[in-house]
């Protein structure tokens, strides 16, 4: 247990009475520094956590974007269900905790040195870095795929200033009647694995309103993806056969793209024509994680399972969709889930206080496949003496079963989704 | 059902180890578990000039749509051929040239 000292118990009820005056002011941030890279799911919740349970110390979020678009419900704007504004959060609540918030990217890393530079030059020094820069794109993997192709073939697949998403939902908007939609889906590892998924229902529900006779065709570079019966019972119910997926064993993967022609190249070089083209292209951790020499030849960074400190590096704890958190998904919830574990490892020596020996991490993953029509997956871990392990007999995936049956389930799981959303998002930036 | 594809470079040096990838989508039904008609390829087989460079048989464990990929050293320009029999003797081929030098 840890015990309440003096200092801690006034910090605490400083935080809680007076957080919109000047709770900087009450707190003797002096036992050191955390500096956060990266404000999304893993970094500001980090961020905050530490801000409400370590007020001795003194936390920096480093974050380009002025506001944070979120992945998960982005694929609700195409369905027409959200607004961009809708998914879009602001820092204000973190800087009124005390935080400081600051607009600019990190530039590089000095593991030995323990500081960051960011663009503008500026040095912050810190005691323990937590690390959550969220995923880079590899463009060129997909042969003619590049940052001008994703102006065309729009990939939506990071926030960022909420363009990407954007762009596709005016595509579609504009799709012929009759069009076809063709997406392009990665091999795993990636981000959020039911993400494309959920994305073809949501294209499907703004189709079957506004486009009838519009296609789906999806190319997956993989034979087996997340929830798969519950989508694909979902796909025929509610769209018929609006839908084809076409699976790597029946040439699915896509090796090159066309952007001036519209066209989408498989492995075995058939030409598909599409009106409106997806594509997620396969993924590596950030950028800066890479150039800091963390990430191992997957392009992802391996970390110790118990406080998400780099292998390669001390004192920088490395969250988010950037790590290998294997069987973990790369999703929000796991983001937000150990970020509170690592942040508790990375402060434990600055404040004299206990890690956390026996840490769980918890994840679901809601999808909308339409209108009150929600699945989900659970998944419990643990860490173990060979990684991260998933607690036996935990977990699983919403009952299978035909939509009379199910539809009071189906229902409620879209609104435990919502409900979800909106606390998730609490614990991140209010 | 049942398209032969397959991917092959155009050209190589004098050599060069090449990759070669052949899919071929059939349900291969083996109708041990199920009261489907059993529905299954025997074989695949891969010349260059004529020559076997690999043969596979299938049996009921194999899978869905098999793919296979393997590497030739291509020393000179590479005429090829690929056949899948069926167990009821029909065939399916698909041909490929690799120019060499």
């Not at chain 1, 003797?28 to 007020?55: D, E, K, L, N, W």
């Not at chain 1, 936390?59 to 269900?81: A, D, M, R, S």
């Not at chain 1, 909308?368 to 060979?386: A, T």
Request: aromatic share 8%; glycine share 10%.
């Amino acid at each position: 247990m840890t015990p309440i000292t003096r200092r801690g118990f006034a910090a605490l009820a400083g935080a809680s009475a007076l957080t919109l005056s000047a709770p900087a002011l009450l707190r003797a941030q002096t036992a050191g520094r955390m500096v956060v890279i990266g404000g999304g799911f893993g970094g500001a919740s980090a961020a905050r956590f530490a801000s409400i349970h370590y007020p001795e110390v003194a936390v920096t979020l480093v974050e380009p974007q002025p506001t944070f678009i979120t992945c998960p419900y982005g694929n609700l704007i195409l369905g027409g269900k959200r607004t961009l504004a809708d998914i879009t959060h602001s820092y204000d609540g973190l800087v009124a905790r005390g935080i400081e918030v600051i607009h600019d990217r990190a530039a590089g890393i000095d593991p030995d040195g323990h500081s960051v530079q960011l663009a503008n030059g500026t040095v912050l020094d810190y005691d323990k870095l937590i690390l959550s820069p969220g995923i880079s794109l590899r463009w060129g993997a997909i042969e003619g795929y590049d940052e001008a192709a994703a102006e065309i073939f729009p990939h939506a697949w990071m926030g960022g200033d909420g363009s990407q998403i954007t762009l596709l939902r005016q595509q579609l908007e504009a799709l012929p009647e009759g069009g076809v939609v063709g997406l392009a889906i990665p091999p795993n590892p990636f981000r959020c694995p039911p993400g494309p998924y959920e994305r073809i229902s949501m294209i499907a529900h703004h189709l079957k309103q506004a486009n009838p006779t519009a296609k789906i065709l999806a190319f997956d570079a993989k034979d087996a993806f997340s929830k798969q019966g519950l989508f694909e019972d979902g796909w025929a119910e509610l769209y018929g056969d609006m839908i084809e997926w076409v699976p790597a064993s029946l040439d699915g993967t896509i090796v090159r793209v066309d952007p001036g022609n519209k066209l989408f190249i498989s492995e075995f070089g058939e030409e598909h024509r599409v009106d409106l083209g997806n594509v997620i292209p396969p993924q590596q951790a950030a950028s800066i994680a890479q150039e800091t020499g963390l990430t191992n030849e997957s392009g992802w960074v391996p970390v110790a399972p118990l406080t998400f400190e780099a292998t390669a590096a001390a004192d920088i704890h490395v969250i988010g969709d950037a790590n290998i958190g294997s069987p973990m998904p790369k999703s929000g919830y796991i983001a937000n889930s150990t970020s509170k574990t690592a942040v508790a490892a990375a402060l434990a020596d600055v404040t004299g206080r206990e890690a956390w020996a026996d840490p769980v991490y918890f994840n679901t993953c809601y999808s909308h496949i339409g209108q009150d029509y929600g699945i989900s997956v659970v998944g419990v871990f643990r860490p173990g003496e060979e990684g991260i392990a998933e607690t036996p007999d935990s977990g699983g995936v919403s009952p299978r079963g035909p939509l009379a049956e199910k539809a009071p389930d189906r229902a409620l799981e879209a609104r435990y989704a919502d409900a979800w959303y909106d606390s998730i998002t609490k614990d991140m930036f209010s | 059902m049942s398209t032969p594809r397959i991917r092959l470079p155009e050209t190589a040096a004098p050599g060069d180890v090449i990759e070669i990838r052949t899919l071929i989508d059939h349900e291969m039904i083996t109708a041990v578990s199920s009261s489907a008609p059993r529905d299954m390829l025997s074989r695949f087989e891969a010349t260059m000039n004529g020559e076997t460079v690999i043969a596979v048989d299938y049996a009921n464990g194999s899978a869905a749509n098999p793919t296979l990929t393997f590497f030739v050293r291509a020393e000179a320009p590479g005429d090829f051929v690929f056949t899948w029999t069926h167990e009821d003797g029909t065939t399916f081929t698909a041909e490929g040239t690799v120019e060499v030098g």
